[in-house]
């Protein structure tokens, strides 16, 4: 993959995630992962977030379902945090999960729901 392909991930990533938060992982690369990094720039960031198809407000709001359904919680609370750059409300969170726990179930929706609650906790003591 082309380096071009690459900084458009990286651009996009900064857009969603916060250049905070993607310095601190370019930070923390070792040799171990520097691959995979590469690859979640190019192939979900350039590749897939950057697409016509869809507002990045869409696809934050489905990244959001798809990691609460499939239990991911860590990287739920990362992208419940980026709806502060993404333009998705907290009252948009909260349909999406009730949607989640009609298609995956309510343990997987109480669990999101949970991780919700401390992440905006957390957001709103960070702006205090």
């Known amino acids: 993959m082309s380096d071009d392909l690459f900084d458009r991930g990286m651009a996009v990533r900064k857009s969603v995630l916060g250049a905070d938060y993607v310095a601190r992982a370019e930070a923390n690369k070792t040799e171990f992962d520097a691959d995979w990094q590469r690859y979640v720039a190019e192939h979900a960031w350039a590749a897939v977030w950057s697409r016509p198809g869809l507002e990045i407000k869409t696809r934050s709001m489905l990244t959001i ?56 906790k957390e957001m709103e003591s960070e702006t205090k």
């Open 65 to 120: 379902a798809m990691l609460a359904s499939l239990g991911k919680i860590e990287e739920l609370s990362l992208h419940i945090r980026a709806t502060r750059n993404t333009g998705v409300t907290k009252e948009e969170v909260k349909e999406v999960l009730l949607q989640v726990a009609v298609y995956a179930g309510a343990p997987a929706a109480n669990s999101a729901f949970a991780v919700a609650k401390r992440t905006y």
